[in-house]
C-alpha cells in the first residue's frame, strides 16, 4: 500500500531553479557589490555611509530594470513562438500531430502508442501540448516581467542592507577596525546565504557557502586595494 507520508522525502528540487538563482544572485549582489563599494570608499578616505546609501539605491534600481528588460525580451519571444505555434495548428494539424509523435516517440514510446498520445492531447489542448513538450513552455516557467523585476529589486535591497548597516556603526561608534569590521559581518552573511542557497537546491551546504564567501572575499579585496591606491595617488 502507498505511504502518503513519504511523499515530501521523495519530492524533486529542480522547480525552485528559476526562482532561487533569481533571489540568490540578488541578494549576493547587493550584499558584495554594497559592501565591495563600502570598502572601497574607507579605504580611499570617503563618506562610506553616503556612498554606500548611493550603491544600494543605484543598485536595485539597476538589477530590477536589468532584470525586467531581460525577462521581458523572453516573454516576448515565448508570445511570438506561441503565436507561430498556433498558426501551424490551423494550417497543417496533421502535421502537427506527426511532430508531436516525433518527440515522444524520442523519449521512449512506440510508434502507435506515440501517435495515440499526440492525438489525445491535441484533442483536449492542442496548443498547451506543443506549447508544453514542443516549445517547453510551462506555467511554472513562463516569463514574468514584473515579478522578476521585483524580486530582484527586494532581493537586492535585503543583501545591500547588512554592510550598509555596519558602515553605518562604524561612523556612530568609531569602531578601530571599520574594514576588518564590514568584511567579517559581510562573510558572515555570505556563508549564511550560500549554505541557504545550497541546502534549498539540494546541494552541500559547505561548498556552497564556501563559494559565495570566497568570490564576496575576493570582490572586497579588490575594492579595497583599488581604493587605496587612489588615496595614495590623488592624496
Not at 19 to 25: F, G, P, S
Not at 59 to 67: L, R
Not at 194 to 215: D, N, Q, Y
Request: with cysteine; charged share 15%.
Amino acid at each position: 500500500m502507498h505511504d502518503k507520508t513519504a511523499a515530501p522525502e521523495n519530492q524533486h528540487l529542480s522547480h525552485r531553479t528559476a526562482w532561487l538563482r533569481a533571489a540568490v544572485l540578488g541578494a549576493n549582489d547587493g550584499l558584495i557589490s554594497t559592501a565591495s563599494l563600502v570598502v572601497g570608499v574607507i579605504s580611499a578616505g570617503g563618506d562610506a555611509v553616503l556612498a554606500g546609501i548611493a550603491g544600494v539605491v543605484g543598485g536595485a534600481m539597476s538589477m530590477a530594470a536589468g532584470e525586467y528588460v531581460s525577462v521581458s525580451s523572453q516573454a516576448d519571444t515565448e508570445k511570438a513562438d506561441i503565436e507561430l505555434e498556433r498558426q501551424h495548428l490551423a494550417n497543417n494539424p496533421e502535421y502537427e500531430v506527426e511532430e508531436l509523435a516525433q518527440i515522444y516517440r524520442e523519449r521512449g514510446l512506440t510508434q502507435e502508442l506515440s501517435h495515440q498520445v499526440a492525438e489525445q492531447l491535441m484533442a483536449h489542448d492542442a496548443l498547451a501540448a506543443h506549447t508544453r513538450d514542443e516549445l517547453g513552455i510551462t506555467d511554472q516557467l513562463q516569463a514574468r516581467p514584473t515579478l522578476a523585476a521585483l524580486s530582484s529589486f527586494f532581493a537586492f535591497l535585503f543583501g545591500a542592507v547588512w554592510p550598509l548597516l555596519a558602515a553605518w556603526l562604524n561612523v556612530t561608534f568609531l569602531f578601530p577596525h571599520p574594514l576588518i569590521t564590514i568584511a567579517v559581518g559581510t562573510a558572515i552573511m555570505l556563508i549564511l546565504l550560500g549554505g541557504l542557497a545550497a541546502k534549498m537546491g539540494g546541494a552541500s551546504v559547505t561548498h556552497g557557502a564556501i563559494r559565495v564567501c570566497l568570490w564576496g572575499l575576493l570582490a572586497m579585496l579588490a575594492t579595497a586595494l583599488t581604493g587605496r591606491l587612489f588615496a595614495l595617488v590623488v592624496g
